[in-house]
């Protein structure tokens, strides 16, 4: 079938429980999704490839592996939006299923129309933003460009995950302001994102890490307290 036939895109559900995946994709349906059911880890990541998902939502406990183990997999052949979706709650699951690659994380026993309400979020964010800037961008031996997704830091790329790049493109393209808490997770995480704000932290302190910067002393990314973060040149 045509993912140009189903208006909200195709969905690759990699979810082992009958009771959970087949109520799930028919909401994907009724909600005009193309659901995609995967039972293990390998069917999931033949699925991937073959097919070409819009939105990969899944489950990390599978038969035959780990879905951090998918997650990995997955991110290191595309940029495919991941919901992550558990049994487990805690805030450091969560966190390294963030650290993973995860773009969102929805706890079991979840609303399906809540879930496709993230589902339509991620996408959007995914999509990118009609009035960002396209041209590259240079901030002392930090170079990033938008339209190819690449950021490098004195000629080396940096391996970013999705959230890390947009965070630092929001960042550079406000060089030497300071950008609202807000602000970044309006742009970087939607307007109606349902987590907690504590995410925004977690990956700033992983950029970062990744940009060099002392977490004791960040010079690169400072915080302003209760207002944001403003970003100054590497080593500046």
């Not at 909200?8 to 799930?24: C, H, K, M, N, Q």
């Not at 991937?48 to 899944?58: C, I, K, N, R």
């Not at 240079?138 to 965070?167: C, M, T, W």
Request: charged share 30%; aromatic share 4%; proline share 6%.
């Amino acid at each position: 079938m045509d993912s140009s036939a189903a208006p909200g895109g195709r969905t690759l559900v990699v979810e082992d429980e009958a009771s959970i995946y087949e109520p799930f994709a028919e909401a994907l349906r009724r909600a005009g999704f193309e659901p995609l059911l995967a039972a293990t880890a390998a069917e999931a990541l033949r699925l991937a490839a073959d097919a070409g998902p819009d939105l990969v939502m899944l489950d990390l406990a599978l038969p035959d592996g780990d879905g951090r183990d998918v997650c990995r997999e997955l991110r290191r052949r595309s940029d495919v939006p991941i919901v992550m979706l558990t049994a487990r709650g805690t805030e450091m699951d969560k966190i390294v299923g963030l650290e993973h690659g995860a773009d969102d994380y929805v706890v079991k026993p979840f609303s399906a129309a809540e879930v496709i309400s993230r589902i339509r979020a991620v996408l959007r964010r995914s999509g990118g933003r009609d009035d960002a800037p396209r041209g590259p961008i240079a901030i002392g031996e930090l170079a990033l460009d938008p339209a190819a997704r690449v950021a490098r830091l004195g000629g080396e790329e940096l391996e970013l995950s999705r959230k890390e790049f947009d965070l630092l493109a929001e960042l550079m393209r406000n060089a030497g302001q300071v950008v609202s808490r807000e602000d970044l997770m309006s742009r970087v995480w939607d307007v109606n994102w349902f987590g907690s704000t504590k995410t925004l932290d977690v990956h700033i302190g992983w950029l970062r890490r990744k940009l060099g910067d002392d977490p004791a002393a960040p010079g690169c990314i400072e915080t302003v307290r209760g207002v944001g973060f403003r970003l100054a040149a590497p080593g500046g």
